[in-house]
């Protein structure tokens, strides 16, 4: 049986490339594989983070979770500080990591180079990510890590390192593989398709957000930038917009470019974009509607409390074979 782990910083508010790249694919997993999900605060320490804010979003990351249909009967569902093995092996990993490499990975120099404008300096544990990264997915021997087509490099690390430890001390880790959607897998923002949806872009006209209402989403997709072609039609090179709002629409409706094409024939671009918007808004809806109960309810503690003894447990078997490999104990 696979073992899946994935993770999603509680660092902002979920967009819907979150949601089509990672969060809606967790879900069909529970079925059939052993389900390790988890808030990952740890990595969204490596920029500066408001305690009180960071707090709050790991409890309503939860709450999202479970609303997007997560199941904590089925999947493991749990906070990545709570089970001190990732920090634990984390230390491991970086110190399997060699600096170069670690200053060559795109999202470090893109990251690196915001916080320095903005702060004035370059947070260490930014460059420091992938090796944490690598330990909360290696803790688990996972075989499958769903995400985004932007986690490629970081899943290539993850292999890279796991397979430097094995070599050096004996065969410790399973090697993962990422596992990105068809559809989905990349999001662009919605005013510069050259750059993804971020949960952290500063133009709001950019992102749309799970939890945005659906006045706001009707305004976001009517402001999406498009071009004066006039016709739905795929082509990333010179109709970069509406190819990204296609992709939107092809992921949730399950349709083919061709098939959306056709149904849009002699169409402007103003009934494409209402279908579109009553799409997001049908799809977000109902889950928005379960994670405002969720978010106060107690059930979200015992959740998680019993999601970190569930993942705990197995970390600590990992981290054992690890100290053991390494010479780490007395
Ligand atoms: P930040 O903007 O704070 O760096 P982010 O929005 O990139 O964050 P993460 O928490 O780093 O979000 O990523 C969570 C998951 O969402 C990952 O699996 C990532 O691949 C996926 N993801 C993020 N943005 C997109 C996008 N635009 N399209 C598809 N998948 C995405
Ligand atoms: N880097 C990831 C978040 C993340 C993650 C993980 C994803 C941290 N640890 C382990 C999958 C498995 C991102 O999506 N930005």
């Known amino acids: 049986m696979d073992v899946i782990f994935s993770g999603i910083q509680p660092s902002g508010s979920l967009t819907l490339g979150n949601y089509l790249g990672a969060l ?69 990993m970086i110190c399997t990591s060699y600096v170069g490499e670690m200053e060559r990975m795109t999202q470090y120099k893109s ?54 430890f094995n070599r050096k001390y004996g065969e410790v880790f399973t090697l993962p593989k990422m596992w990105a959607p068809q559809g989905g897998a990349r999001v662009m923002s919605l005013q510069d398709p050259s750059s993804k949806m971020s949960k952290s872009d500063d133009n709001e006209w950019a992102t749309i957000h799970m939890l945005d209402d659906t006045d706001t989403i009707v305004k976001k997709i009517k402001r999406a930038v498009t071009d004066s072609l006039g016709h ?3 082509d990333k090179e010179t109709q970069p917009g509406v190819s990204n709002l296609m992709s ?3 992921a949730l409706s399950g349709k083919s470019y061709e098939d959306i094409e056709r149904d849009y024939e002699g169409k402007g671009y103003g009934i494409f974009k209402k279908d579109l918007t009553d799409l997001i808004v049908g799809e977000m809806a109902p889950i928005l509607e379960r994670y405002h109960e969720l978010t106060g309810s107690p059930e979200l503690d015992r959740i998680l409390d019993e999601g970190r003894e569930k993942a705990e447990a197995k970390a600590h078997a990992t981290y054992t074979r690890a100290i053991h490999a390494m010479g780490l104990y007395r």
């Not at 983070?49 to 479970?66: G, P, S, V, W």
């Not at 903005?118 to 090796?131: C, D, N, S, V």
């Open 24 to 92: 809606r694919n967790f879900i069909p997993f529970q079925e059939k594989a052993e389900c390790y999900y988890c808030i990952v605060n740890q990595h969204a320490i490596t920029v500066p983070q408001e305690a009180a804010l960071l707090h709050e979003r790991t409890r309503n990351l939860a709450a999202l979770y479970i609303a997007c249909g997560m199941d904590p009967k089925k999947a493991t569902i749990f906070v990545q500080s709570e089970v001190p093995e990732h920090a634990l092996l984390g230390w491991m």
């Open 248 to 250: 939107i629409y092809a």
């Open 111 to 164: 990251k690196a180079r915001k916080e320095e404008a903005k702060e004035g300096f370059i947070p260490l544990g930014l460059m420091t990510y992938p090796p944490l990264m690598a330990a909360d997915i290696l803790l688990y021997q996972t075989t499958l890590v769903p995400v985004g087509e932007d986690q490629t490099q970081h899943m290539e690390i993850t292999r890279d390192l796991a397979e430097r």
């Open 232 to 234: 739905v039609h795929y």
